[in-house]
C-alpha cells in the first residue's frame, strides 16, 4: 500500500507536459465559461424585466407614468440607467449592495405594498444619499449641466439650473420624485421639486 501512494504521489508531484498543458486549456476554457455565464447572469440583473419581478406591484407602475419611460423624444432610462453606476468598481459595490435589497425582500421585508410604502421614506433617502454622495452621477449620464443649452430651457428651469452650478448642488438636491412617486416628507426638511 505504502508503494502505491509513494508511486500516486510521484505521478502527481510531476506532472507531464501534457498533463500541464490540458490543465492550463481546460481551466482557461472553464473561466471563459464562468466569464461568460457570470457576464450574462449579471447583465439580466439590469433589465427592466428583473427588476419587475419584485416592484410591479409598488414602483415599475410609477416608473411606466414618467418621463424617464415615455417621451417626446423616445430615449427611455430603465432602471439600472438610475440606480447602477456605470464604473467598474461602483457598479460592483452597487451590486453588492442590491443583494442585500433582494435579500430583504425574499425575507419578506418589503414583499407587499404595504411593507413596501411603510418602508418608502427609508429607503428613498438612502437612494438620495447614495446619489448626492456620487454626485448624482447617473443622472450626469445623460443629463449634463455643461451641455445643457440654458436657452431653450422654461425660465423658472434655466434660472434654477444656473443656480444649481452656482451653489454646488446636484440633481437629486431638487429632482427628487423624479420617477417615482414620493415617499410621505412630512418630517422631511429638505427642499425638492417633483420633477
Not at 138 to 160: G, I, L, P, Y
Request: with cysteine.
Amino acid at each position: 500500500m505504502l508503494k502505491l501512494v509513494k508511486k500516486f504521489w510521484h505521478w502527481f508531484s510531476t506532472p507531464s507536459r501534457i498533463a500541464v498543458g490540458v490543465l492550463i486549456t481546460l481551466s482557461f476554457i472553464a473561466g471563459i465559461v464562468f466569464w461568460g455565464g457570470f457576464n450574462t447572469a449579471l447583465e439580466h440583473t439590469n433589465t427592466e424585466e428583473f427588476c419587475s419581478d419584485c416592484h410591479m406591484n409598488d414602483v415599475v407602475p410609477e416608473y411606466r407614468h414618467s418621463v424617464h419611460y415615455m417621451n417626446r423624444s423616445g430615449v427611455k432610462a430603465i432602471c439600472a440607467d438610475c440606480h447602477l453606476p456605470h464604473e467598474f468598481i461602483p457598479k460592483w459595490t452597487r451590486k453588492i449592495k442590491a443583494a442585500g435589497e433582494v435579500y430583504s425582500h425574499i425575507m419578506g421585508h418589503v414583499d407587499t405594498k404595504e411593507k413596501f410604502e411603510a418602508a418608502r421614506l427609508e429607503m428613498a433617502e438612502r437612494e438620495w444619499a447614495r446619489m448626492k454622495a456620487n454626485d448624482s452621477q447617473e443622472c450626469r449620464n445623460c443629463h449634463n449641466f455643461n451641455d445643457m443649452d440654458f436657452s431653450q430651457q422654461k425660465t423658472v428651469a434655466e434660472r434654477m439650473h444656473t443656480l444649481a452650478i452656482k451653489e454646488g448642488k446636484t440633481c437629486i438636491d431638487c429632482h427628487k420624485g423624479i420617477a417615482h412617486q414620493l415617499p410621505d416628507m412630512k418630517n422631511v426638511k429638505s427642499g425638492f421639486t417633483e420633477n
